[in-house]
């Protein structure tokens, strides 16, 4: 699946030219993230600039909410099609049926005047379709690239979330402007259908025989959801916290058309500069992630404290170049984190635990998208931009500090092992122990870059750790 080094350099191409089969899926990806991306930003500053006229605040947060629904209520049953499915057509099924739902919004928008019930039910068509696609790519990784470049593919699937808002979001509230929502719904369609075209042509490596059982090969079948995270507590600490940072976190795409129409004044191409400003950072931060020294643990609660004073800034200075820079900053720290947490999953989430953890994490991290949307939504109508902004700053820091706490685990408690491996130290080394005795490695000091597994597609069975404390995180920043 690797390529060999470029010749006269000695160094290898980027893994998405090296690797064709991942670079035409990683784009399929891009393609459907920007492609929800431009729709929910669109639609969103319709409904604020030009559908609604009073309470807009909460006809926004609403629709917010309603495109994060499916992620959170299907879990269960993404999981199980996952699991059961090729890889491949469940992405390629998702993108298609997306590009569908798309096509008919843009035939009814421009046939006539669209009513916001239908914009409602095609987000929630394209969420549905998205909460099928991003966890099933999570979890199709190691079908597409060797071991060692896990970390590499994490990094590239992570930054589809900053090209999207680069792309996706800086056009959707132009597109709204200039051709409605009938040219913002045709748009979309095109980027589905090609993303559908794109993995159709893609072979996914097929996994070897017995893989992802357990060493002991004792589970008959996949284990529930329940079973998955119960296996898993350092992991299932991690959730909690961001998921709790995340109700916080996401209200900004909530507060931004509010605060782009309140406070600076402007129009389309305001939010699409500070949706820009946004991607950018994420960008940035998904590339650098994985040199930001320390454990994932200190490093996470870094990034969310330095989130809590860039959210605060424009709640005491409401100038556009400052809320667009503390964007930025934001988006750095929710690459930064995506990358770290993200990476330390995939290695010790064993693969046949995969289809159920990737599926289960979007949904608890997508858990308090709704209520946020809906919460900042009817504050937005009864509180100014800048008081939202304070309000999200402050919620953070809780989370900073119970993700901080988390490296402070019991002395001597047993460690979390990657798939396949044995556990670590805080020193990135396997702990020495006998088969008699468990290592005995803090939770909380987990490395700050895992070793890989001793073979590919061979996944141990975590032990299962109730004494580890309970803290947080996840990448999935806000989405």
């Not at 019930?117 to 394209?126: C, D, F, N, P, S």
């Not at 990094?155 to 009938?182: K, M, N």
Request: charged content about 10%; some cysteine.
């Amino acid at each position: 699946m690797t390529a060999a080094p470029t010749a006269g350099t000695g160094r290898r191409l980027p893994l998405v030219l090296r690797n064709r089969a991942f670079g035409a899926v990683w784009l399929g990806q891009v393609l459907t993230q920007a492609a929800v991306r431009m729709f929910q930003v669109g639609v969103s500053w319709w409904l604020v600039a030009y559908a609604v006229s009073g309470g807009n605040g909460l006809a926004s947060g609403l629709f917010m909410a309603v495109s994060t629904v499916p992620a959170v209520a299907l879990a269960p049953f993404v999981a199980r099609a996952i699991g059961r499915f090729a890889h491949r057509s469940v992405l390629r099924t998702a993108a298609g049926g997306a590009a569908v739902a798309a096509t008919a919004l843009a035939v009814w928008a421009y046939a006539s005047d669209l009513p916001i019930a239908a914009a409602y039910a095609a987000t929630l068509a394209l969420a549905t379709c998205q909460a099928f696609f991003d966890p099933c790519l999570t979890t199709s990784v190691p079908e597409l690239v060797d071991d060692e470049d896990i970390e590499a593919a994490t990094g590239f699937e992570l930054s589809t979330q900053s090209l999207a808002s680069l792309g996706g979001a800086l056009l959707g509230a132009l597109i709204v402007d200039r051709a409605g929502i009938p040219g913002l719904a045709a748009g979309c369609a095109a980027a589905y259908a090609a993303a559908a075209v794109l993995i159709a042509t893609v072979r996914f490596r097929t996994p070897a025989a017995g893989e992802g059982a357990g060493e002991a090969g004792g589970e008959a079948g996949p284990r529930t959801l329940r079973q998955v995270l119960a296996g898993l507590p350092f992991v299932r600490a991690i959730l909690i916290c961001f998921t709790a940072a995340n109700l916080f976190t996401t209200a900004v795409f909530i507060v931004m058309p509010l605060y782009t129409k309140s406070v600076l004044h402007g129009d389309g191409a305001t939010v699409a500069l500070l949706e820009a400003a946004l991607g950018t950072g994420t960008l940035i931060g998904s590339f650098t992630g994985a040199r930001i020294p320390g454990r994932p643990t200190v490093v996470g609660s870094a990034c969310l404290g330095a989130m809590a004073l860039a959210l605060a800034v424009p709640g005491v200075v409401g100038e556009r170049p400052v809320i667009a820079g503390s964007l930025a900053v934001t988006g750095w720290c929710v690459g930064v984190i995506g990358v770290r947490f993200v990476a330390l999953f995939q290695r010790l989430v064993p693969t046949a635990d995969k289809p159920a953890f990737f599926a289960v994490m979007q949904a608890v991290l997508g858990a308090t998208f709704p209520l946020a949307s809906l919460l900042f939504g009817l504050l937005g109508d009864h509180l100014s931009p800048q008081t939202l902004c304070l309000i999200q700053a402050a919620g953070l820091v809780p989370a900073a500090f119970a993700l901080a706490l988390l490296r402070e685990g019991p002395a001597g408690g047993p460690a979390e092992k990657p798939a396949g491996g044995s556990a670590l130290t805080s020193a990135g080394e396997p702990a020495e122990s006998s088969p008699e005795e468990p290592a005995k490695s803090p939770a909380d000091r987990l490395p700050e870059k895992l070793p890989a597994p001793a073979a590919h597609g061979r996944a141990a069975e975590p032990a299962e750790h109730p004494g580890t404390p309970a803290a947080a995180g996840t990448a999935g920043g806000a989405r």
